[in-house]
């Protein structure tokens, strides 16, 4: 155990079958998971709350000091900070990983989805707290996880809140990226309106793109496509800051800026995540066909994101087949990517029948205005599970949970305790 401020920290580590569905095949993988409690006499009778981050690919949270949404959570939990299989601490997928596995990467990569991070969390559970059921809290895709862990194992969950992450159940990757276009749209135009002056600049980087081999610290060629995938930053709270002061900075006399392409390189080059690339269209896959790249192919029929459109608009969080061509990080994971674009028979992550009879308290907030989620598609989900409540607010983006301090967090507490 060490202690930072407001809260002691315990690392737990568990071997875990690679394939739940098949453990007698021996293959293990380890997850790691870190243990928060405020600080003082442990209380073992405590509840667990789980915490499922957002991705796919992404690790838990390393906290530095009980603020925030862990803070209150600290006040009646103790706080499991989940790193989901493949990610962080937990058998790391890496390029290492793909160089060492070739063309067994992709068969590898199918046991990385929501319903196996499920089990993992079930095995951990009955290794922590035996039969007692525990809270979760599901940021985004946790709260993807969120919804697969009600449908495979309701009798683990005691109450689960969810920040931002009530996907469509139904919805094909084709309807989620038609979706979500429109969105992207606006949160650039609405990064337009409010630094005008940055229309004329992003035009000229991308123009000089065009004209010049422009290589970023690590060798990769910055192209105007790749440029345009700054746009991910847009759906939280301070992106459009963020963005604009990037681009504030671009330029170096007649040439782009050392400072700007190492941030640039940075922020698309995928090597801490590739997940988040590989499994982007995955977790929608339910056996209803093939994703095959449903962000490229929906994109083929929006002229307003042509590259000489006006103004050159960004993308959103959307992965494309040249970015496993051209990025360094992801180049590694070209074929399996490929492969998993190709792959019909994923299995079903949500249970209609079962979600609609929940019996377990649900609570949930919907950011009206959020880029990466469809607000329409989780009413539509939120109105089909039972004993689910929610908030519809437009008051924070996509990192609600996050920036408004422990507000998020403690409404949700409130709306599944019947207190609001």
């Known amino acids: ?23 007698e095949s021996g293959e293990e993988i380890t997850v790691f998971a870190r243990e928060v409690v405020a600080p003082g006499p442990v209380r073992d009778d405590l509840p667990w709350l789980l915490y499922l981050q957002g991705g796919p690919g992404g690790k838990s949270p390393r906290p530095v000091r009980a603020d925030g949404w862990l803070g209150h959570a600290l006040r009646t939990h103790r706080v499991l900070l ?20 070739g063309e067994g990467l992709a068969p590898y990569l199918r046991h990385f989805r929501a319903d196996a991070i499920v089990a993992d969390a079930e095995l951990i559970r009955r290794r922590l707290s035996g039969d007692r059921p525990w809270d979760t809290l599901g940021q985004s895709y946790g709260g993807f996880v969120t919804l697969t862990y009600l449908s495979r194992a309701p009798e683990g969950l005691r109450t689960c809140y969810v920040t931002g992450g009530l996907p469509g159940l139904t919805a094909t990757a084709d309807e989620v990226y038609a979706r979500t276009y429109p969105r992207v749209k606006d949160k650039v135009e609405r990064y337009y309106a409010r630094f005008p002056g ?18 970023l610290p690590d060798g990769d060629r910055l192209t105007v496509r790749r ?13 459009a800051e963020r963005v604009h002061w990037l681009f504030e900075g671009a330029w170096d006399g007649p040439a782009l800026a050392d400072a700007f392409l190492r941030e640039v390189m940075a922020l698309t080059s995928f090597v801490d995540n590739p997940l988040y690339g590989v499994f982007q269209e995955a977790i929608y896959a339910q056996g209803d066909g093939a994703t095959a790249w449903a962000a490229e192919r929906v994109m083929r029929d929006l002229p307003e994101f042509a590259p000489a459109a006006e103004p050159l608009l960004f993308t959103g969080e959307m992965f494309y087949p040249w970015m496993f061509r051209e990025i360094a990080g992801l180049r590694p994971f070209r074929e399996a990517a490929e492969a998993l674009a190709k792959a019909d028979d994923w299995p079903p992550l949500y249970d209609l029948a079962r979600l609609a009879a929940n019996e377990v308290p ?47 967090l403690s409404r949700l507490m409130d709306l599944a305790g019947g207190r609001v």
């Open 1 to 23: 155990m060490i202690h930072l401020p407001g809260m002691a920290v315990t690392d737990h580590h568990f071997s875990v079958p690679l394939d739940h569905g098949a453990p």
């Open 82 to 101: 989940l790193d989901q299989r493949g990610t962080g601490r937990s058998t790391p997928v890496t390029a290492a990983t793909a160089a060492r596995l």
């Open 198 to 215: 940055d229309v004329a600049t992003v035009r000229a980087v991308a123009e000089h793109l065009a004209a010049n081999d422009v290589r």
């Open 227 to 239: 440029l345009r995938t700054l746009g991910m930053a847009l759906g939280t709270g301070d992106g």
């Open 362 to 408: 649900v609570a949930a907030i919907i950011y009206h205005d959020d880029m990466y989620v469809d607000a329409e598609l989780s009413l539509r989900t939120a109105r089909s599970v039972g004993n689910l409540r929610y908030w519809v607010t437009n008051e924070w983006e996509h990192d609600g949970v996050r920036a408004s301090g422990d507000r998020v």
